[in-house]
């Protein structure tokens, strides 16, 4: 009788060992009470903010970021002798940025440029753009050979005009699009967008 009692106590504490370190371990990743983080925010290099995370409450990691150029305009550097606008690459004015770094980056570059988005310092420089324009997207983009081409939508007509206006509009997103090594030439479909 003892020694089957003897087994049973054995048992038991053993069984209480086993319950006691699973708990212990389930522990460590539950907490039994929610961890409540502080609300502070980290600016990331993208422009973009982290907040902080548990359980240890540390700053989320910062989306991956690449620089690339928007190639903007400056009137003022593209004068002729006279002082009359040139309407040439010569007034392309290059601005850095910083994107999320994705599988399609010379896209996302041109989507970025088309938003037209210049702070009050770079408007300040004299930097000009006339994107966005309404009704103007990009709907695809290949690249094959080094030829890229772009395909637009501009379901209001946005990218007619004079030939001054229409070769700013082309030459910005063709520099834009050059600066990728890859890239050789810059085709736009269909074909009668940015024509004066």
Do not use: H
């Not at 910083?98 to 010379?106: D, F, L, R």
């Not at 300040?124 to 081409?149: R, W």
């Not at 509009?169 to 967008?193: G, H, S």
Request: glycine letters at 8%; hydrophobic letters at 40%; a negative charge.
């Amino acid at each position: 009788m003892n020694t089957k009692i003897l087994i049973i106590l054995i048992i038991l504490v053993i069984l209480a060992g086993i319950w006691l370190g699973l708990r212990s371990i389930i522990d460590k990743f539950e907490p039994l009470e929610p961890i409540a983080c502080t609300m502070d925010a980290k600016l990331c290099p993208d422009g973009s903010y982290v907040g902080r995370i548990p359980p240890k409450c540390d700053f989320a990691l910062c989306p991956e970021t690449k620089t690339i150029k928007l190639y903007y305009y400056n009137y003022e550097l593209d004068r002729d002798e006279w002082g009359n606008v040139a309407c040439s690459r010569n007034g392309l004015v290059p601005v850095e940025k910083k994107i999320p770094i994705t599988k399609t980056p010379i896209q996302d570059t041109i989507k970025l440029l088309l938003s037209g988005k210049l702070t009050d310092e770079e408007r300040a420089q004299g930097i000009s753009t006339e994107y966005p324009l309404e009704g103007l997207s990009l709907k695809g983009s290949s690249l094959k050979d080094g030829v890229l081409t772009l395909e637009f939508d501009d379901s209001n007509n946005k990218t007619v005009g004079g030939s001054c206006r229409v070769g700013i509009l082309w030459f910005q997103i063709e520099a834009t699009a050059k600066q990728f090594p890859e890239v050789q030439q810059v085709r736009f479909l269909p074909e009668e967008i940015f024509q004066p």
